[in-house]
């Protein structure tokens, strides 16, 4: 499902350019662009799903296999590894959640501190 409406659709399509850090079949992720840290971005199921509210458990494999991406894609963009490193998974959903582009998407966040934000 796509929505030709989205924000993140358009840029998992190519209409929009992007800094891709990692694509499949499923999943797409990009850098922010507005960092909060020396390393910050975005994994997206390549599926419209506009937040966290709407996931069921159809859902779990593709959610898992992002979570479970997410340590790779973090060491490779520079987040140094656990215990001394390591990185933030964040989810915002919905308004009050912080959510401002309404495709579920989880950010990345880590790099050496202090960070813009958090």
């Known amino acids: 499902m796509h929505d030709p409406n989205c924000l993140f659709c358009k840029i998992i399509a190519g209409q929009i350019p992007s800094k891709k850090v990692y694509e499949d079949e499923g999943i797409f992720a990009f850098h ?3 960092p909060w840290a020396p390393v910050h971005f975005l994994m997206l199921p390549k599926l419209h799903l506009p937040s966290m509210a709407q996931v069921t458990m159809e859902h ?7 979570l479970a991406l997410a340590p790779q894609l973090a060491l490779e ?4 590894p656990y215990p001394e490193g390591g990185f933030r998974v ?3 959903t919905g308004r ?7 495709h579920l998407h989880i950010h990345v966040i880590g790099g ?7």
């Open 112 to 118: 050496p501190r202090p960070w813009l934000k958090g």
């Open 90 to 92: 964040m989810v915002n």
């Open 60 to 66: 779990a494999g593709l959610l898992g296999r992002m």
């Open 32 to 34: 922010d662009i507005h």
């Open 77 to 80: 963009q520079g987040c140094n």
């Open 96 to 102: 009050d959640g912080g959510q401002e582009v309404h």
